[in-house]
């Protein structure tokens, strides 16, 4: 209503001229969706445990459509602290990212 109100009056002289005005004022405000490259800016704290970094990945990689197992098995390449368990992934690549979990799970 504030924005509504501080329209100039007479400015709007039919629906779809509102209708464009109303939609670039709250196009910011929209709903939107992840996507891979949100992954490359995630990174393992020093102090996080495995545990904790896993739930926040999993978290991030269930928000984005289409993720692509290859690109999110990287970018947990990139993101991991040094460990057995990185070293794992490098050795035996995984095929799904239920099998990721799996086998975290034997790191945790």
Not at 3 to 15: E, M, N, T
Not at 30 to 46: E, V
């Amino acid at each position: 209503m504030t924005w509504y109100g501080g329209l100039p009056p007479k400015s709007l002289d039919s629906f779809d001229p509102f209708v464009k005005q109303f939609s670039a004022q709250y196009a910011t405000r929209r709903c939107h969706f992840m996507t891979s490259t949100a992954l490359a800016s995630l990174r393992q704290a020093d102090d996080e445990s495995l545990k904790k970094f896993m739930d926040r990945f999993g978290s991030m990689t269930i928000q984005i459509q289409n993720l692509n197992l290859e690109v999110a098995l990287h970018s947990m390449l990139l993101a991991l602290r040094p460990d057995k368990f990185i070293d794992s992934l490098c050795k035996k690549p995984l095929d799904s990212m239920d099998k990721l979990r799996e086998r975290a799970k034997g790191y945790i």
